[in-house]
């Protein structure tokens, strides 16, 4: 079940960046949910290609059509598949790749792996694979949206440029105002300037997304070995070019006392509330009320517009040119991913507590 | 199928801090392999309380016993049952903390999500789970002996003392030398310092584990979710109290161009080799034959020997007062733990990837 | 994972009767086995409508496109996704089903379980779905012919005509040289008749088809509860209008004595053999190199070209009148799909298998 | 997950004949189940050996021990461990079976399988392994007992010995009144005679266990491949000695027309019914709220009391001899384990239907 994800609301997708098409199966939606196609086509256009001058100048347009599970408008509870055509097949030249190894991709280990490899444009190993998770996960916020489940991620470092920020003092809904999703202007600038610098010199860099979901029940999560940071970890390392992932204090925690990290419980209301958050919104793998915040880093894009040292299909040495367009910072475009992935892992672990107690 | 963890190569962990006893099953572990009880018994006691002065005083002897799955020696293919009982499961007083909830613990969300809460030393919580997975690990380590894989871990910080020579320059010999296992014997006496100095203050603190597993196949990991760093993230997040995740450049990355950061190849003898490990030996979520190193971060211990605001059961407020002998900083005893994840992720990872070719 | 069956070599299928289209991802086929499409087409076209006079008149085309997995006609060991369009989705009059539950059909259990119900043609419980299954499972008997293993599903029983032959006097090339799939011309005119003749009576009638897997290697199946025997019930019931599975002496053995029943082992050449073969290839539930072979029990169709006793979506009581095209018989159809679940589970374990020893 | 049932409420075995002990994980269990200890010993009492003249003469006591996931006699959520330790386990002489192989048991396939054998007793292969099966049956009977569905299996052919009443005419309170549960004493009577003279004849012979389970609610059951009967069906299959199952109008349906099978709804008070119940309770694989019935075959208990042709685990030709104390007729024991596999099926299905709508 390689290409699979979740327990109860999962995803399975397939295809590879240059061949007919891609897509995922979306199994053990619940049924009765209205699937808004509209939603799902601007969460793909928050991920496609060709947006702004900072990320790659290809075009794709990520079409998708829904073929099942869709009935009358509604979610009918039978696998929701959804296809992404590929329109531009053609036969490129790839004789660049096709018996080279790119430096830090996946080309090696595939050919070592699988003997075979669809070798046009980086096959089952492209991020394009990421299409498909994010119409899945648009359809997991529609589910959540029934809960009140909110999700909101940003780019909160690109390059050495990094919003200091916490989040509580940020607005969201500035996300989508610039090309480089930093809810704060004057950061995001930077930002922008210093990615489209790093283009300029055929270079790339990295970056990290933040990640906030409010309005998460209390209970989500299990123990032991899918504790739901544990879980969130597995999708976010999931996606391509990430590095490493943190929430709550995250590595930063480590040089606390336990009792400035504590979390003091209070009474508001008739809610259990914490005094500070340096947990995540997450105690003992499982929510706890509290906004759930995580970091994602991503490295530099590997494919660069320069020659680099290699060897060849045959093991014999040989020189990798940079060709074709991609990005030179991939995280404006990792956000929508890593919102889908943070819902798919939600409204999966909303439904298993359906089961904890009798 | 929320306390299995593995595909293939599966563990199941059951039991409670001071129920009757906690154990393992250890389900798909390939026929043939000899198991070592002495070599088991080891890791154990690597894990174990009451080794140090700067861990835990509490003893507990972890001693286990094997009830199924092992014949003659050798392991049948058949589930490997192991138990370790709980000598010391007198009724001691848990008024403290059976109707409070202690901070940044996970006694609020176990009685949310469950109804019911075994409140004896954190019940199912507790890190005493972590020798069932102590003792499954030492069986795959003796699988992957096998393939020549080795793994080593080794505290990497403690607190703000951090160990700055890269793993490369380490002698692993030297990881059990002193009580903190950090294979520099003069950070090795500032950790301990600190450490010592935080438990003197009735305080507590985070810490890093650093792991690199050497002689790893080409090939293990699987496109497209479970990338092998992704799944290993997954088991390292599942250990208690771990916070962040990283694997070859992690969040230092970011910072990097794809000029710099991309790992070149270059043929040594029969072998694709590349000049950098950035990538830290995983290349689009497979094993690339390079040294695989990760770092996991650990927060500082919840339980402190000072007074902290809470509520109790019936959401008045409360004061949870310290009690107990507790970690003053839980990375020493986390070694082994980080080795064990890692152990069974590569084993089921190999049994995996024996199905990629026809 | 409701809609995912296998471990390993696993299948997940979507679609609705008359929705856009229906397929199969096959997750886990290893890397280098050639796709031969003709193979897969031959396939389909043995379980299509409108084949001959005993089957549904009904037009179906099931032309398929594999749209991920396969590179230069090989597969990658990624997912292969392949889609069967339908091409005649056009809005017929669904009204004497959208508001009534035809007896013995999915028509109530759906709608009561999901609350929508896609009810055009029966939707995702349209027995449609296994076109997906049959274009898998000939993946999974192109892998196979790598081991030498062969299967032969035929028709041994319709209505109350049964094949009396035991199957190792029967020349299953024979199979496809009527329309009934019988192997044995006498029998196989017989069925066809008394098919016939239900299908004038405007009623249905049952069968049983019957299955030999041949060349199967020693050793599929694992303890305990994946019996190779108990997972072949398991995807043979899944096949719509099955009611019972037994495999070597069935239900028949009930009456027979240890003494009797027994397959005394010998040896022929350099092979471990047994005198008879009861145990229909498993024992212990692993393959033991003889001949696999069971037996699939399918009720009449449920679809009659009668009036019926019924009531409607609102309690009411409701007429529901025979309507459409419908087979009088399942069984000839069924064949390439009790093939296709066989060479799926098959596919499975055999990799599986690649696992019992270190 | 091979040893591995279930997809939520699951459970886990282990254990063999003549090791340390046996037992069982049960995970997915919600919590606040009141755990009835003296209802999981009288379950483990119908199954164990020695009861009667009819059964071996072996004596097992069979007694449990919990060793984590009940706290204050409810369940917690958390794993339920439960052991039976084998008390016998002295060194009896085993040559007879360490180098041979036993006609129609399981040793030449775990010996090829896995290339180690345990061989006191079958080892794995023993139907003790049953024992943790009818233990976390009874812990599902009680999450059950909830919902008010009941679950009454009983002997109805032992030999050519057949129960020829339909369920409906029986009372199932005196199933256990007699020593064959047979709840027909005219019957039972005979069928006990038939057990005792074939065990006097140092035979064995085969039986038929059929089951009803009543109150079901409707909705349980998963399309398309974990149809509810499917996933009953590989259960059943997965018990020793079991060679076929069907439900509802079985194998006998093959024969009737769809007009005399088809089961017509009609309305009673609230209720949707069938005026008949062929489809056993199960249509389009979901419960619909009527009885659920199905019926499972058990081939003759291959150890019989004389010499029999066979081949050593060198492949020389060998006698084996009978030795020991076995049953006769396996069915008796039977009739608990068939209930409990069907309890831990509906408890799952019943969990996994809390997902199916938003």
């Known amino acids: 079940m390689r290409n699979t994800f979740g327990n109860i609301f999962t995803i399975t997708t397939f295809g590879e960046s240059h061949g007919k098409g891609l897509g995922v199966i979306i199994d053990g939606c619940p049924a009765g949910i209205k699937i808004d196609e509209d939603f799902i086509r601007v969460e793909l256009q928050r991920r496609k290609p060709g947006q702004s001058k900072i990320t790659t100048q290809r075009k794709e347009e990520d079409n998708f059509e829904i073929l099942s599970g869709v009935f009358e408008g509604q979610s009918t509870g039978t696998p929701i598949a959804m296809v992404i055509y590929n329109t531009d097949q053609k036969s490129k030249d790839y004789s660049h790749i096709a018996e080279k190894f790119r430096p830090s991709h996946a080309d090696y280990t595939y050919h070592e792996k699988f003997g075979v490899r669809d070798y046009r444009g980086g096959g089952r190993s492209s991020a394009r694979e990421t299409a498909a998770r994010v119409a899945a996960g648009a359809v997991a916020k529609l589910f959540l949206a029934h809960y009140g489940v909110e999700i909101n991620a940003y780019v909160s470092q690109a390059g050495a440029v990094r919003l200091e920020k916490p989040y509580q003092e940020l607005d969201f809904s500035l996300t989508e105002s610039n090309i480089v999703r930093c809810p704060d202007q004057e950061t995001a600038d930077k930002m922008i300037q210093v990615i489209d610098q790093t283009r300029k010199e055929k270079d790339t860099i990295g970056g990290v997304v933040s990640c906030v979901a409010k309005g998460v029940p209390v209970g989500l999560g299990e123990p032991v070995f899918d504790r739901l940071h544990a879980v969130l970890g597995h999708a976010m390392l999931s996606i391509n070019a990430v590095k490493g992932f943190e929430f709550g204090s995250g590595f930063e925690g480590v040089t606390m006392k336990g009792s400035e990290h504590n979390d003091a419980f209070y009474k508001e209301g008739d809610r259990v509330r914490t005094r500070t958050n340096h947990s995540g919104g997450i105690q003992g793998g499982i929510s706890n009320g509290e906004d759930i915040y995580f970091k994602v880093a991503f490295k530099p894009v590997a494919t660069i517009m320069q020659d680099?040292?290699?060897?060849?299909?045959?093991?014999?040495?040989?020189?990798?040119?940079?060709?074709?367009?991609?990005?030179?910072?991939?995280?404006?475009?990792?956000?929508?991913?890593?919102?889908?992935?943070?819902?798919?892992?939600?409204?999966?672990?909303?439904?298993l507590n359906r089961s904890s107690k009798v």
């Open 308 to 351: 680099q040292e290699s060897v060849d299909t045959k093991g014999e040495a040989a020189t990798v040119s940079g060709k074709g367009r991609h990005d030179p910072c991939v995280v404006p475009r990792a956000v929508p991913i890593v919102e889908a992935m943070c819902a798919l892992v939600l409204a999966d672990y909303l439904l």
